[in-house]
């Protein structure tokens, strides 16, 4: 007996299309929205382009993470919805494989893909998150090697800073310097210079401006006058500023990972608001990964049209469904933080209730002969929809008596 027969085979083709269609949109829409704020925060922050990069790709599996379920429930919901509208759904009941086998395929998804789910939430999207964390401070810092801007003054520390004019060859050729220096004991010195050009050394905290043609203007309370030097090339040590280490991993809820929230949650030393939110978390993380198990049938539930109808309103209540439900879980969370609700009460007692929802949906299309569990939606979308249409015709018979 063979283990895929060539139904599975075409509902699996019907499914991975929209599915991975699905999951490159949302990545690609996502990842768009935030590569746009990125490179404006770099570029204020003076850092290199690439860091850019590295941050985007730490952001990918929370972006995962919410395009998957999604992903899940159009691609199985597409694929019914084209073999109802094809009448092949007909054909498949007609000839014994009822939904219960036709499902066999979209479920070997949805557990494949909840355990693909439950791996980014409960382990890779911590860690990602805190390297992104660490990318942004390490930013701001300077620890990235954040560039100075070209015409801006730029501080180097609390006692130096630093004006270039033009720079060329990816920094390795500046013009046009000015810097300005003072020490602790209250010498200032003060240099301008055609050129310059930096230099590292022996000791990482230190690197070498060497200056070529300038003058440089050195006074000190000790001096009746400031003493001035004209050079044709003069070193210049610049100490760089000390840069404070990045917190460790775990200072916030989502980026522990599912051992450590439970780990936190059951530490009785722990303050107690910190262990409701370690449990909040994790029962959060928990719900959201169990109820893509119950995807495949809120898909099929939605995906059936009426008979000689092509509504797409199903497709439209579906992401309205998951949307408000994910929106629902949040709140949950937010009041097992908190100590109001006991979490296990806040996020799996509405779990319930969407599980209930879904079941009795399914069973209405499956077993209730012409059931449609939207039913009542559909006739108010297609009451809406002729009244609509009656005003644009109604609207274009008098652009045309005007005419």
Known sequence: MKLFSSTDRYIARLIAVPLISTLVIAAMLLVLEKMLRLFDFVAAEGGPVSVVWRMLANLMPEYLSLGIPIGLLLGILLAFRKLALSSELDVFRAVGQGYGRLLKVPYMFAVALMLVNLALVGFIQPLSRYYYEELRFELRSGALGASIKVGEFTNLGSRMTMRIEESRDNGTKLNGMFVRAESKSGQVMSVTAESGQFLATDDPDTIILRLSQGVLIHDSPKYKKPRILSFSSHDLPIDLPDIEAFRSRGGKDLEY?????VRVGLDGARPLNERNQSIANFHFRMVEVVMMLLMPLLAVALAIP?????????????????????????????????GIVEPV????????????????????????????????????FSKFGGVFKSILNFSRKRADVRE
């Not at 399914?362 to 209730?368: E, K, P, R």
Request: aromatic share 12%; hydrophobic share 55%; glycine share 8%.
């Open 257 to 261: 990972t599912i051992p450590e929230l």
């Open 306 to 338: 009426p008979k000689r109808s092509n509504s797409a309103l199903g497709v439209f209540v579906s992401i309205v469904m998951i949307v408000t439900y994910h929106k629902i879980n949040q709140y949950g969370e937010d009041l097992g933080a908190l």
């Open 345 to 380: 009460i806040a996020l799996w007692l509405p779990f319930l209730m969407f599980s209930g929802l879904i079941i009795w949906m399914y069973y209405i299309v499956a077993h209730v002969p012409g059931g449609q569990p939207i039913a009542a939606l559909e006739k108010a």
